[in-house]
C-alpha cells in the first residue's frame, strides 16, 4: 500500500460540498479558540482512557452518530502513528501514578473472531510499547490453561483464564496493577471484577449492561451547544437530533405507539431543518438499540409506517442484541447521510477516529461497496482504509482549501474530541453516582 494510498480523503459529492466548507472555514478560523477551550475542558474533566467515535459527513453537516468506550479495530490504524499512540498511552497512564508496571486487558470473548484478535494483538502491541508488561486476561469460562493463537497478520495473542485471589486478579504468576477493559460488558458485569484493588478502566458502570447511547448524546447535545457558541453557528450542524424510547418488545409489538410517535417527532425537526438550509433530501431516522455496539439491531425509516409494517424478521433482528441481551430501550436519532465516497467504484464511505487520553491517535474509513448513503455500514462485506491524521488532527493548513486533507482531518477531530468530552462527563457523572 502506497502512502498516497493511506492519506487519501474520500470524495464528497460536490454539489455538497458549499456549506461543509463554510462549517470547515469556521473551525480552521477559530483554531486557537477551539484548542484553547478544549484544554480547559480536560483540566475540569479527565478524558477516557480510549474511544472510538463514528462520523458522518452530510455535506451540510458533520456529526458523530456513536461512541465506543472499549474499541477495537487498533490493527485498522496507520501504523506510522504508533508512536502517537504510544505517547497517548504513556499521558493516559500518569493519571494511575508512577508506579503503575504491569497490566492485565481484559478482551472480549471472541476467539473465533480473527478481525478482533488482531486488534487486541495491535493494542497489546501499543501498551508494550510503551514500557508496560502486557498480558491478556480472558474471562471465558471454560479456560483453564493459557491459549495462544496465531492470526493470519503472524501475530500472536496468548489468552490466559483470570484468577481472584481476594480482591486482585492474577494470570499465573502475573500479578498487575491496572486492569483495561477492552470488554464492553453487553452481557453484565462480572462477578470476578466487582470490588478490586486494582483500578479497573473503563469503570464496570460504563459497559453496555447499564449504559445508554441516549445518556450519552444528552451530553453530547450540551458540548455541541456550549462549542456552537464558542464559534458562533447552528448547534444542528455538528449534533444530531434524537430522542429515546423505552419498554419496547419487538416481537411482541410492544411500545409500537411510542417508537412511531417518536419517529414522527425526529422526521419533523430534520424537515424544519432541511427547509431552513434549503435541503434538497429526504429525512430519515436511524432506530437502534440504546446500548450496544457491532452494528447490530439498526435500521432505517424513512416515514412512520415503516415502523408499524416491520415483517417478522425485521422484528427478530431487533429484539435481540449482542450476548442474545432482549432490546427494551431504543434511540431515534437524526439520519446523518454519508456523500463520500471511496475508489474509483464509489463506494460508501464514513471516517472513524480514535482517541487515547485526550488525543487523536488516528483512525480510517469504513467503506461498504453494497450499503446506501443512508445505511449502516458497520455491516459485513465492511472494508477499512487505514489513513494518518496530518500531526494528530491539530495542525490544518489554513493555506489550502477547507477541504484539503489536514483540514477535513482537523474538523474530524474536532467533532470527535467534542464527542470525547461527552463521554468524559459521561463518566465523571457515572463516578459520582449520578
Not at 27 to 42: D, F, M, N
Not at 175 to 195: T, V
Not at 271 to 289: C, L, T, W
Not at 297 to 302: D, Q, R
Request: charged share 20%; glycine share 6%.
Amino acid at each position: 500500500m502506497t502512502i498516497e494510498h493511506l492519506h487519501a480523503v474520500p470524495h464528497l459529492t460536490t454539489a455538497l460540498t458549499g456549506p461543509l466548507q463554510q462549517l470547515e472555514e469556521t473551525l480552521l478560523s477559530h483554531q486557537g479558540e477551539t484548542e484553547q477551550w478544549l484544554r480547559t475542558q480536560w483540566q475540569d474533566t479527565r478524558a477516557p482512557f480510549y474511544a472510538s467515535v463514528d462520523l458522518r459527513n452530510a455535506g451540510f453537516k458533520l456529526a458523530p452518530v456513536d461512541t465506543n468506550l472499549f474499541p477495537a479495530g487498533f490493527n485498522n490504524l496507520n501504523p506510522s502513528f504508533v508512536p502517537l499512540c504510544v505517547q497517548a498511552v504513556q499521558s493516559a497512564m500518569e493519571h494511575y501514578g508512577p508506579k503503575v508496571r504491569h497490566l492485565l486487558v481484559v478482551p472480549e470473548n471472541h476467539t473465533r473472531n480473527l478481525f478482533y484478535l488482531e486488534s487486541l494483538a495491535a493494542l497489546q502491541k501499543i501498551l508494550e510499547t510503551a514500557g508496560y508488561k502486557v498480558h491478556l486476561g480472558s474471562l471465558i469460562a471454560d479456560l483453564r490453561e493459557p491459549l495462544p493463537i496465531t492470526l493470519p497478520s503472524g501475530a500472536k495473542v496468548v489468552l490466559e483464564p483470570v484468577i481472584r485471589e481476594q480482591n486482585r486478579l492474577r494470570v499465573g504468576d502475573f500479578s498487575p496493577c491496572f486492569i483495561l477493559l477492552n470488554n464492553d460488558l453487553s452481557a453484565g458485569r462480572p462477578a470476578i471484577l466487582e470490588n478490586l484493588d486494582q483500578p479497573v478502566v473503563p469503570p464496570l458502570e460504563m459497559g453496555w449492561h447499564s449504559r445508554l447511547k441516549s445518556s450519552h448524546f444528552t451530553h453530547y447535545r450540551r458540548v455541541a451547544a456550549e462549542f456552537a457558541r464558542l464559534i458562533g453557528i447552528d448547534p444542528w450542524l455538528i449534533d444530531p437530533i434524537f430522542r429515546n424510547c423505552g419498554q419496547i418488545d419487538f416481537q411482541q409489538r410492544v411500545g409500537e405507539d411510542c417508537l412511531a410517535t417518536n419517529v414522527a417527532t425526529v422526521l419533523e425537526q430534520i424537515g424544519q431543518k432541511y427547509s431552513e438550509y434549503g435541503i434538497d433530501q429526504q429525512p430519515f431516522v436511524i432506530v437502534k438499540a440504546d446500548a450496544g455496539t457491532y452494528g447490530m439491531n439498526i435500521m432505517t425509516v424513512h416515514n412512520v409506517d415503516q415502523v408499524r409494517e416491520l415483517n417478522r424478521k425485521q422484528r427478530t433482528k431487533m429484539a435481540r442484541g449482542k450476548e442474545g441481551h432482549l432490546v427494551t430501550d431504543v434511540i431515534v436519532q437524526e439520519g446523518v447521510y454519508t456523500f463520500e465516497t471511496w475508489g474509483e467504484g464509489q463506494a460508501t464511505a464514513e471516517p472513524v477516529v480514535y482517541m487515547i487520553d485526550r488525543y487523536v491517535v488516528g483512525g480510517f474509513y469504513r467503506v461498504h461497496a453494497e450499503r446506501g448513503r443512508d445505511e449502516n455500514l458497520n455491516m459485513p462485506g465492511m472494508t477499512f482504509e487505514a489513513l494518518a491524521f496530518e500531526d494528530s488532527c491539530t495542525q490544518p493548513d489554513r493555506a489550502r482549501a477547507p477541504d484539503a486533507q489536514p483540514n477535513r482531518f482537523y474538523a474530524y477531530g474536532v467533532i470527535a474530541r467534542l464527542a470525547l468530552l461527552a463521554a468524559a462527563r459521561e463518566l465523571y457523572e457515572v463516578s459520582r453516582g449520578g
